[in-house]
T-cell receptor, first 114, second 113 residues
Framework: KAGVTQTPRYLIKTRGQQVTLSCSPI?????VSWYQQTPGQGLQFLFE???????NKGNFPGRFSGRQFSNSRSEMNVSTLELGDSALYLC?????????????FGSGTRLTVV | AQSVTQLGSHVSVSEGALVLLRCNYS??????LFWYVQYPNQGLQLLLK??????LVKGINGFEAEFKKSETSFHLTKPSAHMSDAAEYFC???????????FGKGTLLTVNP
């Protein structure tokens, strides 16, 4: 079966702009979570969605937001981009978000802010 | 609260040698523990996970890890390193109803010929 699909793979944006990243989970999976990976901070949890509801949110400013659609696809949005937002953004797909089933990651979107 | 400490940001071994990557965790609830591998410009691939069924967990590519509650450890091992094992390895903990993984800082494994 198809894996987790993240689009686009690479993105270059200018400071102050906004960006939307997309994640399509594995078919049948209803939980999608997002992580930011940077050399300095490592992998940090952004938020998790299940059946269109955000169940948990990490410690990020309000410029970072997300949503999930009825088909479980998810998008995350970053407004007013800053240089420090340059990172690899990873999406994880899970059957129900529980630890027992685990999480499958996509290949990520590499965002560069200039 | 949960946290993970990976001892050694960089480990270098010779091809054919034992691989040992260390992970210690802290968790206020029974933990679920994971090891992921990341190759350059790729996402995270699950190597193995501990979900309380068995303390010795076997994963893909010959890797295994042992859960030791008394030591709060979940070290990753492989008897014989291969060049293709060169990558970054992440230990992660989850548990309770927080629906998230908490990762360690990662260990970069270099395999020398």
């Amino acid at each position: 079966k198809a894996g987790v699909t993240q689009t686009p793979r690479y993105l270059i944006k200018t400071r102050g702009q906004q960006v939307t990243l997309s994640c399509s989970p594995i078919s049948g999976h209803r939980s999608v979570s997002w992580y930011q990976q940077t050399p300095g901070q490592g992998l940090q949890f952004l938020f998790e969605y299940f059946s269109e509801t955000q169940r948990n949110k990490g410690n990020f400013p309000g410029r970072f937001s997300g949503r999930q659609f009825s088909n479980s696809r998810s998008e995350m949005n970053v407004s007013t981009l800053e240089l420090g937002d340059s990172a690899l953004y990873l999406c994880a797909s899970s059957l129900d978000g529980s630890s027992n089933y685990g999480y499958t990651f996509g290949s990520g979107t590499r965002l560069t802010v200039v | 609260a949960q946290s993970v400490t990976q001892l050694g940001s960089h480990v270098s071994v010779s091809e054919g040698a034992l691989v040992l990557l260390r992970c210690n965790y802290s968790s206020s609830v029974p933990p679920y523990l994971f090891w992921y591998v990341q190759y350059p410009n790729q996402g995270l691939q699950l190597l193995l996970k501990y979900t309380s069924a068995a303390t010795l967990v076997k994963g893909i590519n010959g890797f295994e890890a042992e859960f030791k509650k008394s030591e709060t450890s979940f070290h990753l091992t492989k008897p014989s390193a291969h060049m293709s094992d060169a990558a970054e390895y992440f230990c992660a903990v989850s548990g309770g109803s927080n629906y998230k993984l908490t990762f360690g800082k990662g260990t970069l494994l270099t395999v020398n010929p």
